[in-house]
């Protein structure tokens, strides 16, 4: 099968496109490499260094790409960045979504993978959230992800194009950026590697639902075959791990015995998430497999190995 990656040589895209290419479909990586990095790129796909913003770009890898199944990944990703420059996160994550469907569209795509959020949702009325929880996005961030996600529904209903979206968790993983304001996980790697002493923000008891990268990919994989269309998926692991959990589980990966420094909560943050993944288990046969602690020894040593 034809697959056209947007973001993949980003943290997650990346991840999608090594598993595709493993799996034998020929794969299309479309990435600018404004968030991505070269040394994520799979050898084995072809890539097309375009921005999902640059239209005329955009045509002409579609053109020769010919793709049966586009994955979008490519975003803006930062939940504070998009607070600061609403308008730049809209122009990357609405109008250059609303260019991929355009060129989907164009060029007879059978199916469109979405990378959504679980920051669609409101504060939690009720955890595990499903998919129908009530949806009132606090950041920039969430109100664009869920301006696609009507968009692409809208592209399914007006044109038949068949898609799935996924709604992440906290996904975690090897490759993710130590220097970002995401990914808690990466974050204190860096720091304990780094013996920097890392930031609770608030009193530790903060919960979040991680998710192994391999995971969502694994998702992703099956989500290219004729399985649970035209439907909203949770992805995580449907477990709220408190941020002193995550900070301990490093801190022994790391083998430190630094103690946290602690800082305000951060305004507009719910105190608890964790997401229902009835929904994705059922439609895609699909269920999570790495633990946290496995996860998170993956990731510090990956760090030690590109350090």
């Known amino acids: 099968m034809r697959v056209l990656v947007t973001g ?13 290419v493993k799996g034998g479909h020929d794969v299309f990586v479309v990435d600018n490499l404004s968030e991505g990095h070269p040394d994520n790129l799979n050898p084995d796909a072809h890539v097309l260094r375009v921005s999902i913003n640059d239209t005329e770009g955009l045509e002409r890898a579609f053109a020769e790409a010919k793709p049966d199944v586009v994955s979008h990944h490519a975003a803006q990703i930062s939940v504070r960045n998009s607070m600061y420059d609403p308008t730049n996160d809209a122009q990357v994550n609405i109008i250059g979504s609303l260019n991929v469907l355009q060129c989907a569209v164009k ?13 669609v949702y409101s504060k939690p009325q009720h955890l595990p959230m499903k998919e129908s929880h009530p949806k009132m996005p606090e950041s920039v961030y969430g109100v664009s992800k869920l301006s696609v996600e009507h968009f692409v529904r809208l592209y399914t209903d007006t044109y038949g194009i068949k898609h799935k979206i996924f709604r992440y968790g906290n996904v975690f993983g090897p490759r993710q950026n130590p220097h970002g304001e995401a990914g808690v996980v990466a974050i204190f790697t860096g720091q304990f590697m780094r013996g920097e002493q890392p930031t609770i923000f608030g009193d530790g008891s903060k919960t979040r639902d991680y998710i192994f990268v391999s995971d969502i990919a694994s998702a992703n994989l099956a989500a290219i075959g004729d399985v649970g269309d035209n ?76 350090h």
């Open 231 to 306: 439907e909203t998926y949770n992805l995580a692991r449907g477990i709220g791990v408190s941020d002193f959990e995550i900070f301990d589980a490093v801190r022994g990966a790391a083998d430190s015995s630094m103690e946290p420094r602690y800082a305000p909560v951060r305004s507009g943050e719910a105190q608890h998430v964790s997401l229902d993944l009835t929904k994705a288990m059922h439609a895609l046969s699909w269920q999570p497999r790495v633990t946290l602690y496995d996860g998170i020894l993956q990731v510090v040593e990956h760090y030690r190995l590109m």
């Open 107 to 119: 060029h007879d795509v059978e199916r469109f993978i979405f990378a959504s959020s679980s920051a």
């Open 8 to 20: 993949g040589a980003g943290f997650i895209g990346s991840h999608i496109t090594d598993g595709l």
